[in-house]
């Protein structure tokens, strides 16, 4: 019960509730102070954690400019790059271990007005492509415009879904060539989405033009259009008549910028090392594969069931316009590949060592082992790279026709002796790179005079020391040696084709074309 104080005028009960307000008011004023003081401390911390990481980071970013620098002279594999494996030197694929702590400058980036954009969609197998985009290089340097990376063929007779990243160093590609032309992974995006609603001019260009063809009717097409799409372009460019600048280009991209992917190259070593171990090896390019007859419409050698196959595979394809073909007529005029029972003679002839080493660089040769009996019974050293390699190396090249075809591209360049059977694109591309790659013996077979010299050898016209010696001396001049280019003036599917003979690019002394 409350007592009353006369003096003060309060109770006892209102004293202790004032006293206890009072020091509940102070507890509270005591907690913002508590609470206010943990803020300041939290941002202290945040600040100082923050000033270290702003320390460290620039710390770290000067050290890796140091390293980059000190790369330059001493940097490992990864600071230095990768250099191309085909330079002109001894060996393309050797040259990479030796010269992987030379580090290779980028080529300062070509200033110039853009004057549109270049796409281009590519047509044929690898090595028709790969003699395409050297061309297009060249096309874009000179009209100053920007390449967009080529698309590849993939509704040709293979069906290779390959990209250009697939087989081609992409990165490198575009780099090795930014002196000379811009060269983009895609079209900006506003022109992007124009390409992909279909808004683009295309068309194919006209074969074998000269480079003014390009200036007066291609470039104002890209000027109106901003964006051009050449949708055909295998033989668009001249092989003759072209300013020298715009030969060494396509020699540049041919034999430096198309380097072909990491895993390919590695692949490509691996199988050059295990056929080096015996020796010294041959490729033989065997142009034998059932597409190759079907085309051709060579059946030499072939049972009436498999001429009734062939042709009927002829006719299924629309984009092969030759039906009706006279396999005999063609194969006196030198139009068809060897057979395997032709190689066989021609090799035994040429006095290749039996026990040499014979990379077959070709598909699945048709007609099998019965048609391969003759050249096994000759050469039994005979390799592909299914029997080289192990089925888990080649897992991730299964239905890809150029990425295999670029293996054994790699093989042929290094094979100290070439033999391709019929001259097909893969033929002449190898034939011209081995030229500069210092002339590697290449043999030419002269298919027309061996079918001839074949016949009467079989018939019984001819002995085998004879036969021998004719085929000798036919090819003594046909071993991949300098020479200059053959021309023949608005003949030009008739003359030397410029990727076989690049003539320009070789260290021969200056010599007029011939005609």
Known sequence: MCKFEKKMGESDCEVGEKETHRRMGVKHLGDAKVEKLKGSMVSRSRMKLWIIRMTTTVLLWTCFVQLTALGEMWGPRVMNGWPSCFTPSDSPLAVV???????????????????????????????????????????????????????????SFWADPSEFKDIFDVDHFITSLRDEVRILKELPPRLKKRAEQGIVYSMPPISWSNISYYQHQILPLIQKHKILLLNKTDARLANNGLPIEIQKLRCRVNFSALRFTSQIEELGRKVIRLLRQNGPFLVLHLRYEMDMLAFSGCTHGCSDEEVEELTRMRYAYPWWKEKVINSDLKRKDGLCPMTPEETALILRALDIDRNVRIYIAAGEIYGGERRMASLSSAYPNLVRKEMLLEPSDLRLFQNHSSQMAALDYLVSLESNIFVPTYDGNMAKVVEGHRRFLGFRKTVLLDRKLLVDLIDRYNDGFLGWDEFSSLVKEAHTNRMGAPTSRFMIPDRPKEEDYFYSNPHECLPLPEEPLST
């Open 97 to 155: 271990k030796s010269s992987v702590t030379q580090r290779i400058p980028l080529p300062p980036k070509r200033i110039y007005k853009n004057n549109g954009y270049l796409m281009v969609s590519c047509n044929g197998g690898l090595n028709q492509m790969r003699a395409a985009i050297c061309d297009m290089v060249a096309i874009a340097r000179y009209l100053n415009v920007t390449l967009i990376v080529p698309e590849l063929d993939k509704t």
